[in-house]
C-alpha cells in the first residue's frame, strides 16, 4: 500500500517524469557521439536477399512455382518470434491490418521479408491494448482522483485508440529518415554512376562499384544499390530490377531515373545519355532546394529574434540609463 500511495502522488510523478525527460535529453546528445556502424548487418540482410532471390530463380528454371529456401541453412534477419506468428495466423490479422501498401511501406522504411510483416501486423494489435491497460491501472488503481469511473474508462479508451497509431507513426518516422538520407546522396550517386558508364562499365558493375562508394554518405542507399545489383543479376527482367528500386524507395527522382533507365534498356537508347540528363535534373533540383531552404530562412528567423535577441538588446541599451536615473546620486535617488 505504501508503494501504491507513493505512485499515487503528484511530487513523485513529477520527479519520475522529469528523471524520464533528463535520460532522454542525455540520450539525445549522447547518441549523436557514438558512431553507429550498421553496414556489417546491412551486408548481411543484402547476401540473404541475393541467396533469397538465386533460390528463387533456380526454382523457377527447375519448374517449381514455390521458393525452397528451407533446407539451405538461410536465416533471414527479419524472422519473428513464434508466439507472433502464432497470434497473427489464428486472428488472421493479415486480413484485418495488412492491405497492398503495408508490404511496400515496410520496403520504404528497410523492413523487408515476412517477419518484419509477421512482427509490424502483431504490434498493430498488442499496442493499442497495452496503451489501454497502462492507463486503466494508473487512473483506476494508482491515481483514481474524483472522477467516476466511466471518464476514467472513456480516457482509457481514448488512449488506447490513439495507441493503435503509435505503430504507423513509428513506421513513417522511420520511412522519412531513410527517404531523407537517399535523397541527399541521390545526386552524387546519379554523378557516380555516370562516371561508371563512360567508362565502359555495365549496368551491374556501376551499381556494385556506386554501391561501395556511396556506402559512407548514405548506407541506406548503398543497401539498395547493392539489392539493384543482386536484382539485375538473378532477374530475367532488367526492368523489374529497377522497378523495384524505384518502389522500394518511393522518391519521385529515383522512379524517374528508373524509368528512363527501363526505356533506355528497352527501347537501346544511350543509357549515358540519359543518366547525363538525369543526373543534371538532380544537380539543378538539389541547388532549387538550397535555393528555397535559404529563402524560407529570414521567416523562420523572425519568431526566435522577437523573443530572444531584442529584449537582450533592450536591455543592454536601456541599463546603463536606467543606472544611472535610478541609481545613487541619480535623478530619481
Same mark, same amino acid.
Given at each position: ?28 546528445? /549522447?547518441? &549523436?557521439?557514438?558512431?553507429?556502424? +550498421?553496414? %556489417?548487418?546491412?551486408? @548481411?540482410? #543484402?547476401?540473404?536477399?541475393? !541467396? ?18 528451407? /533446407?539451405? &541453412?538461410?536465416?533471414?534477419?527479419? +524472422?519473428? %518470434?513464434?508466439?507472433? @506468428?502464432? #497470434?497473427?495466423?489464428?486472428? !488472421? ?241
Amino acid at each position: 500500500m505504501i508503494i501504491f500511495d507513493l505512485l499515487g502522488q503528484r511530487e513523485f510523478m513529477i520527479a519520475v517524469l522529469a528523471a524520464i525527460s533528463m535520460a532522454a535529453v542525455v540520450f539525445t546528445f /549522447g547518441s &549523436g557521439l557514438i558512431v553507429k556502424t +550498421e553496414m %556489417k548487418d546491412r551486408i @548481411k540482410r #543484402v547476401a540473404l536477399e541475393r !541467396d533469397k532471390m538465386r533460390a528463387e530463380e533456380m526454382a523457377r528454371l527447375r519448374g517449381r512455382g514455390d521458393t525452397v529456401v528451407e /533446407g539451405r &541453412g538461410i536465416r533471414r534477419t527479419g +524472422e519473428t %518470434k513464434s508466439y507472433m @506468428k502464432k #497470434v497473427v495466423e489464428r486472428l !488472421d490479422l493479415k486480413k484485418a491490418f495488412q492491405d497492398d501498401a503495408t508490404v511496400d511501406k515496410l520496403a520504404m522504411a528497410g523492413y523487408r521479408g515476412q517477419g518484419h510483416l509477421t512482427t509490424f501486423l502483431f504490434m498493430r494489435l498488442s499496442t493499442p491494448i497495452a496503451v489501454f491497460l497502462v492507463t486503466a491501472v494508473y487512473l483506476l488503481g494508482l491515481s483514481p482522483g474524483d472522477r467516476p469511473l466511466y471518464l476514467n474508462l472513456s480516457y482509457a479508451v481514448g488512449a488506447g485508440l490513439l495507441g493503435s497509431f503509435l505503430p504507423s507513426i513509428l513506421l513513417k518516422n522511420s520511412t522519412t529518415k531513410r527517404q531523407f538520407s537517399i535523397q541527399r546522396a541521390w545526386p552524387d550517386c546519379l554523378d557516380l554512376m555516370l562516371l561508371c558508364v563512360e567508362a565502359g562499365m555495365s549496368m551491374e558493375h556501376a551499381f556494385k562499384r556506386v554501391s561501395r562508394e556511396i556506402g559512407q554518405q548514405s548506407p541506406e542507399l548503398a543497401e539498395e544499390l547493392a539489392l539493384t545489383t543482386a536484382e539485375l543479376a538473378f532477374l530475367e527482367d532488367r526492368g523489374r530490377a529497377y522497378d523495384n528500386l524505384g518502389r522500394r524507395t518511393g522518391l519521385d527522382g529515383v522512379r524517374s531515373v528508373m524509368t528512363a533507365l527501363i526505356q533506355a534498356d528497352k527501347y537501346g537508347t544511350s543509357v549515358g545519355q540519359a543518366l547525363r540528363v538525369m543526373a543534371e535534373e538532380g544537380r539543378e533540383t538539389r541547388m532549387m532546394d538550397a535555393e528555397k531552404k535559404a529563402a524560407s530562412l529570414p521567416p523562420k528567423l523572425t519568431v526566435p529574434l522577437i523573443l530572444f535577441f531584442l529584449p537582450v538588446l533592450f536591455i543592454v541599451i536601456i541599463s546603463p540609463a536606467m543606472i544611472k536615473v535610478f541609481g545613487p546620486g541619480g535623478v530619481a535617488g
